[in-house]
């Protein structure tokens, strides 16, 4: 281990997901063993941190000022939007194809243990939208955890407001393919709750 | 999606262990939710690849010639050298603290399939040592697979030469903690073949 070696390695183990050793392994890989993709790396992030902004509409990633759904006429005619935590969850969203209305991602989600209050969450965005009146029904695609829900019932609450917008929450439950033997309690509890008449 | 993003994340996901998810997760998290990181990240980068570079001898990390473990004298006095695949392997042999001498990194292992021969891997210098006569013991501390063993196979034959060194690969089997219960074929095999007279 050297100064330059552990200071690359810390910067690494800054991006969620990625812990010690995977820092150490990525280290040593754009060092030594590919230096090549080292400067591959920085040249693709230094451009992308340079072109890349938020969607001042959505949040989403963009390199204009609207990102590429909210341009698109056929899916605001909808008055649908999608609200959910991370840009991550909107691609998987996209990828699945079960979407086609516009989205609104908060960049995380409240958590005051971690700090997190409704002032570093994109919300400020969603209040103009809401004042707009383009938005005709919310979809809170956020966690099924207590900080999930937490957001959920602040967006709500916000919501209120203005009477004429619908809100609902995603639907919680087994997945696809899963089976109430192996779902764990929480699952089942929800699943429990969400259960709709046949 | 933007070409920006995609180019980013193509970088990324050459990383080995990051797939094309995390590799989302890590673009969105240096670009958007904490772009301070990424500046950070470019920052440590660079000053890395400026300064760190393998080691002479052994091939670890270092910023000089010669790194630390090859300049400590206590440790090169035992003759023993343990050759390793990656850098993270001796960095997790040095944690175990398992092992005084000195280490020898090939950068990889032998693999026909991936194109990898024996000019691909730091064994240039593995012969140097070989025959400045410093090396006792050669430990091989390669995976416990079929790559691992061509890489064992292929030092084993070119060691033959220098007679009075010693060759020896670590031991396989049951882990800590493990059972024969839950242990795979090919470990019980070895576990097996790797019996030791009580």
Request: negative net charge.
């Amino acid at each position: 281990m050297t100064p330059a070696f552990e200071a690359l390695q810390k910067q690494l183990k800054r991006i969620p997901g990625v812990g010690y050793r995977s820092a150490e392994r990525m280290a040593v890989h754009l060092l030594l063993e590919k230096p090549d993709s080292g400067d591959d790396l920085i040249q693709a992030l230094s451009y992308a941190k340079d072109h890349v902004k938020a969607c001042i509409q959505c949040g989403n990633i963009c390199e204009e000022e609207l990102c590429s759904i909210c341009q698109d006429e056929r899916r605001s005619g909808s008055g649908q939007v999608c609200v959910v935590e991370h840009v991550s969850d909107l691609l998987a969203m996209e990828k699945s194809g079960a979407y086609r209305g516009l989205y609104h991602v908060l960049h995380g989600k409240l958590s005051p243990i971690h700090g997190v209050g409704p002032e570093d969450l994109n919300l400020v965005s969603l209040e103009k939208r809401l004042v707009s009146g383009d938005i005709k029904e919310l979809i809170l695609a956020l966690p099924n955890d207590i900080e999930g829900e937490a957001t959920c019932h602040y967006i709500q609450d916000q919501v209120k407001r203005f009477g004429s917008v619908s809100v609902s929450r995603i639907g919680f439950g087994l997945p696809s393919g899963g089976s109430v033997l192996y779902a764990d309690a929480v699952t089942l509890k929800s699943a429990l709750e969400g259960r709709q008449e046949f």
